[in-house]
């Protein structure tokens, strides 16, 4: 059997971990410069407000239902979700976290019987070591997992756990699901279904075989299969490699000068480069990008890239940001105002894969990759998020907007709760 533990209305939850005043009213989340709500309360979304609204949009109706707006706080966020995922893997080892809120968990060794209770005491210990409400469902396969998970957070009388064990249950729950809402087809494939009078997510997996191959690729007939009790999606131990990585940032407020944005590109280079180390790989070129705020009619527009290839496949910090630095100088342009940048890593590779220059000092790569290393242990430890970085460095707090950001609870001393 196969779980999904689920963080009900998670920004949100962490949020109230640390203010109670926060229970029981409208609360949403802001993205990065305050400039869309990207999580919302149950007492929010009745009022009507959605996931994506311009917050300016609907300041109104927030300030008439003394709706509480916040700054996402995503350093807390990631630091709460690593707490609940190790409460969960201390009950089941067995897990893939599939995102900042939601896991896959392989459930053996229980019966039928107990796997109620089983998801119930999940539910329980995360509630209990971490204060964070979550849903739990168990099923044959990953996808109705996916399914009860949403059951479970929809109905009180599930008591946080829904469990698929039977046909019964597993046609029930499919007739009240509408195939828009199956992992793996989503309003994209919505269309096809449309067409051929599909609604809910029983009628799919109730199509032929013969149908589903002719409508869907690969990916399709899986999710058709696991809709059907058919496991052919397994658990991921670690996540694969990415192919391509990019960072960038919209600006609080817009940039101006060369020097400016090269502080932001530098914090950008650093972000990729430690993303790079973590999977164990190396870019070989990378393309910077600047542009102005197209939302301004007001103001002259200017978009540019600039694509570089680095002298070998690296990950060292000091190596792309030198490489960054040179690409943005190629594309600033005077007399502009800049609302984002970022960098685009095109071509990875493994890190044993990389062909090394003739013409480098054996001595002094090994030297870097040392001083990478002492880089990425000081900032990871309990020191504090980077600690050490380079001094073209620009924070990132400085380049977003985030007046109604919370405290970092749990991962800066000074900010501490305080009981009183």
Known sequence: MFGLIDCNNFFVSCERVFNPALRNRPVAVLSNNDGC????????????????????????????????????????????????????SSVIPDIEVYSIDEAFMHISGWPDDQLHAVGRDIV?????????????????TM????????????YAGYHGACVINSDEARRKALSLTEVADVWGVGRRLYPKFYNIGVDTALQFAELKRETVESMLNVC???????????????????????????????????????????????????ILSRKL???????????????????????E???????????????????????????????????????????????????????????????DRA???RLMNVLDNINSSSIGHDRVHLAAYQPV??????????????????DIITVR
């Open 301 to 363: 527009q200017y978009f540019n890239s600039a694509h570089r290839q680095l002298p070998e496949a690296t990950s060292d910090t000091l190596a792309l940001t030198t490489t960054a630095t040179e690409a943005l100088r190629a594309v600033f342009r005077k007399g502009y105002s800049y609302k984002k940048a970022g960098i685009l890593i095109h071509e990875v590779v493994h890190q044993s894969a990389v062909q090394h220059s003739l013409f480098a000092d054996p001595a």
């Open 143 to 154: 996808t109705l997992a996916k399914i009860a998970s949403k059951f479970a957070k929809k």
């Open 277 to 299: 180390r973590e999977q164990q790989s190396a870019a070989v070129s990378l393309s910077v990008f600047i542009h102005t705020n197209a939302f301004r009619k007001d103001m």
């Open 367 to 369: 030297r870097r990759s």
């Open 220 to 270: 399709g007939q899986r999710t058709w299969r696991e809709l059907n009790g058919q496991a052919c999606i397994a658990l991921e131990q670690s996540e694969p490699a990415k192919k391509q990585l990019c960072c960038s940032r919209s600006f609080g407020t817009m940039l101006t000068t060369f020097d400016e944005l090269r502080q932001a590109i530098a914090l950008f280079a650093s």
């Open 124 to 140: 329980h210990q995360v509630r209990r070591c971490t204060g964070i409400p979550t849903s739990v469902g168990i099923a044959p």
């Open 397 to 414: 707090d400085s380049l977003v907007k985030s007046e109604r950001r919370s405290r970092m609870y749990t991962t800066r001393f000074q």
């Open 37 to 88: 709500i990207v999580a919302l309360s149950n007492e929010a979304k009745a009022l009507g407000l959605k996931r994506g609204n311009p917050y300016f949009q609907v300041k109104d109706i927030c300030d008439r239902n003394n709706v509480a707006i916040l700054s996402g706080n995503h350093r807390l966020y990631g630091d709460m979700s690593s707490r609940v995922m190790a409460v969960v």
